[in-house]
């Protein structure tokens, strides 16, 4: 079983539609999700941040963590099509001190039309 | 907004030859990494760099490659001699102690014919 999986899509939605992306992961250990996005040949930018369990809302999205069930979630509220790009879901244990090697999902592209 | 940047945006090199990839990491950041993504896979964790040495390195991460501060903003990775499997982004990354808070470069493609 892969460590994080991802649903790759692609997933097309009408602007303003609510989007929800997932990720599942099988580590145990994982205490660090993270989601990032990704526009086309560009680095990964941090979107969202969470440690434990619950929401954690930052404007349009909300990232949702279940450990129980090993479940990460985000959703975009009112989507834009500036939304438009690559999901990444990452995770990490902590390794060595304060160095955090993320584990990532394979990612979703996301398109949303005008 | 600081950020971390990465040289050369794009190189192609002749299988066998040296490779160097420099980044420079946000200035207040304690950590350092590399991970790459080939074309259509995920993005991989190559090696974490802290106070001068490799805290962790991934099994990707083999005698072909180094990594170096050579001094106080620079942060380099080299290929010594490349194959054709090393096509791929590789992107800088770098962090403070927070977990997990990892910032990005926009990545250096390397192409390898």
């Known amino acids: 079983q892969k460590e994080v999986e991802q649903d790759p899509g692609p997933l097309s939605v009408p602007e303003g539609a609510i989007v929800s992306l997932n990720c599942t992961y099988s580590n145990s250990a994982f205490q660090y999700f993270m989601w990032y996005r990704q526009y086309s040949r560009k680095g990964p930018e941090l979107l969202m941040y969470t440690y434990s369990s619950g929401n954690k809302e930052d404007g349009r999205f909300t990232a949702q963590v279940d450990k129980s069930s090993k479940y990460i979630s985000l959703f975009i509220r009112d989507s834009q099509p500036s939304d438009s790009a690559t999901y990444l879901c990452?995770?990490?244990?902590?390794?060595?001190?304060?160095?955090?090697?993320?584990?990532f999902g394979k990612g979703t592209l996301l398109t949303v039309n005008p | 907004e600081p950020e971390v940047t990465q040289t050369p945006s794009h190189q192609v090199t002749q299988m066998g030859q040296e490779v160097i990839l420099r980044c420079v990491p946000i200035?207040?950041?304690?950590?350092f990494y590399w991970y790459r993504q080939i074309l259509g896979q995920k993005v991989e964790f190559l090696v974490s760099?802290?106070?001068?040495?490799?805290?962790?390195k991934s099994e990707i991460f083999d005698d072909q490659f180094s990594v170096e501060r050579p001094d106080g903003s620079n942060f380099t990775l080299k290929i010594r001699s490349t194959k054709l499997e090393d096509s791929a982004m590789y992107f800088c990354?770098?962090?403070?102690?927070?977990?997990?808070?990892?910032?990005f470069g926009e990545g250096s493609r390397l192409t390898v014919l």
């Open positions: 990354a770098s962090s403070v102690v927070r977990a997990g808070e990892l910032f």
């Open positions: 200035s207040n950041h304690l950590y």
């Open positions: 760099f802290y106070n001068n040495e490799i805290s962790e």
């Open positions: 990452a995770m990490s244990e902590r390794s060595g001190g304060s160095n955090y090697k993320l584990t």
